[in-house]
């Protein structure tokens, strides 16, 4: 069964019922469809270098309410911003080490005062470090907003649709719009950022064929950037009591958007780790190749950022390092893109 499936993916052929059957492969099967993956990866990215980008959570003010989500309206934790100063100096210690990719993570909060807050943090980085790379990734903002964060010196941003059914969105995310979301990211890429998106494997309601449209989404999107993560039950979070995503459905979507968009950058997110040890080597040899490493947010405040799970993995230097050098690929010093 595996090899028509994979003839077809090697001609292109991303089909529903093709998709849907990679999907669902395991075993030896699985293994044919990562090196599939990852012949693809090497085609595009032929050094095997992964990107590596620390991250900031610089706020975990949020103003929706994710049944997923940890940090949602209402779900009691508390609310932090970092000082200015305390960014920028993170910042300078991440670069001043090598560095050159940075993620400043938030929850989703359009005051003014909160935007113009970040652009200034923001200009005060490119200003010292204009090589440094920024991905921001603080949800859905207005036109005015994004244009503002982009003067102020922001080269990416992340937003992800995480699910193409849009009844599903608007169960999961009730206080937000599937088709809010997708204007926003098609706004950004106008703007001129470099954009990624993608989904969420295993959240209440989710069956095959939504996964296959998410394939199918991802591909039709104008994207630098792509993730899937799989969905981790958070403690407090509405959807507590349900099971966690599968991780091998989870691998194979990777895999499958990887052979699908070759040269775009793809993390190996930490909820792998979380499912099953190894979980973030796992996403490498399905074809990942980014990594993010969690050395950017004072311990004081990555405790009150527990997005999928108050016993979160924010996984560091050593770990990444290691899992890296596993799947034998190596860490660029550079940006990818
Ligand atoms: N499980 C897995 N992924 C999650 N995210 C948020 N909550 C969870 C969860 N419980 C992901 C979403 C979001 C990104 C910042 O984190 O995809 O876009």
Known sequence: MIGSVLKALQQGEYTKEVLAQALSVRGDDQRQLFELAQDRRREAFPDDKVEARSVIEISNVCLQACLYCNMAKGSGVKRYVMPCRAVTEMANYLYDRGRRVLLLQSGENRAKAWVDF????????????????????????????????????????????????????????????????????????????????????????????????????????????????????????????????????????????????????????????????????????????????????????????????THRFTPGNEHLAHAVAEAGLTIADHPLM
């Open 118 to 309: 970040v652009a200034l943090c923001l200009a005060e980085i490119k200003a010292a470090h204009p090589d440094f790379q920024i991905i921001l990734c603080m949800g859905n903002l207005s036109q005015e907003q994004y244009q503002q964060l982009k003067e102020a010196g922001a080269d990416r941003y992340v937003i992800k649709f995480e699910t193409s059914n849009r009844d599903l969105y608007h169960t999961w995310k009730p206080n937000d719009t599937f088709d809010e979301r997708m204007e926003c990211i098609h706004l950004l890429g106008r703007l001129g950022y470099k954009v990624g998106s993608g989904n969420m494997v295993g959240l209440p309601g989710q069956c095959m064929d939504d996964l296959v449209n998410d394939l199918l989404l991802v591909h039709s999107l104008d994207l630098a950037m792509m993730s899937c993560t799989v969905f981790i039950p958070g403690e407090n979070s509405q959807y507590r009591d349900q099971p966690a995503g599968d991780l091998d459905l989870t691998l194979n979507c990777m895999a499958l958007m990887r052979i699908m968009n070759p040269s775009r950058l793809m993390p190996t997110t930490s909820s792998l780790e979380r499912l099953r040890e190894h979980g973030q080597y796992l996403g490498l040899m399905a074809g990942a190749n980014t990594v993010t490493v969690h050395d950017g947010t004072p311990q004081r405040f990555k405790e009150l950022f527990p997005i999928y799970s």
